[in-house]
């Protein structure tokens, strides 16, 4: 199984610096959010995600809260995003619909009606109507609701990740006495 691996100095480093609340309710930092975008992209068949701590900064229980926790949010946000990305799918057919049926309006009110003051502002208003509601509908369909598949995209897979806690191996302290430096007596 593939994961990602993310080394923390503390359990902090995963939530808003701004957010002093208990970790079943803090804000999740928008940097780990940042972060795990980047390394979806770089891993993108990764089921699990490895939090590495060092052994002197871990308790198990607390391991568990937060795991918990980011499993809810995770879980959340996808179910967020999946309902606004059918909303979008729904607004942009709507708005298309409509544009291409204000337009075929227009035609046949021009086609059936003789010119008259009433006509032409008919005509006048139902135009740049059904032209509006017509690239409305496709800018929804082709360009913001590529946006929030991607955002529904990067949350399913989060919300279907494993999320563990190990312990990181201690760095070795540098020499305080580096070989190029001698200490004279």
């Known amino acids: 199984m593939k994961a990602i691996n ?38 993108p068949d990764s089921r699990g995600m490895i939090f590495f701590l060092p052994q ?7 391991e568990k809260i937060i795991a918990s926790s980011l499993h809810r949010f ?19 057919l709507l ?10 309006l227009n035609s046949w009110i021009i086609y059936k ?21 017509l690239w409305a509908g496709l800018d929804f369909l082709l360009y913001d609701l590529a946006e929030f ?3 529904e995209h990067f949350y399913r897979i989060l919300s279907e990740m494993t999320i563990c806690f ?4 201690p ?3 540098p020499d305080p006495t580096p070989a190029d430096h001698v200490i004279d007596d």
């Open 171 to 173: 760095a070795i302290p």
């Open 74 to 92: 995770f879980s959340a946000q996808f179910k967020f995003h999946h309902h606004l990305c059918r909303q979008k799918l729904i607004n942009g």
């Open 6 to 43: 993310l080394w923390l100095d503390s359990y902090d480093d995963i939530y808003s610096d701004f957010d002093s609340r208990h970790y079943q309710a803090r804000k999740i930092s928008e940097d780990l959010l940042a972060e795990l975008k980047i390394e979806i992209k770089n891993i």
């Open 166 to 169: 190990q312990s990181s191996v």
């Open 149 to 151: 598949r991607r955002n």
């Open 56 to 62: 002197t900064e871990r308790n198990n229980a607390s």
């Open 113 to 133: 009606a003789r010119a008259s003051f009433l006509i032409i502002c008919l005509k006048v208003l139902l135009e740049p109507a059904g032209w509006f509601l």
């Open 95 to 104: 708005f298309l619909t409509a544009g291409v049926l204000v337009m075929l």
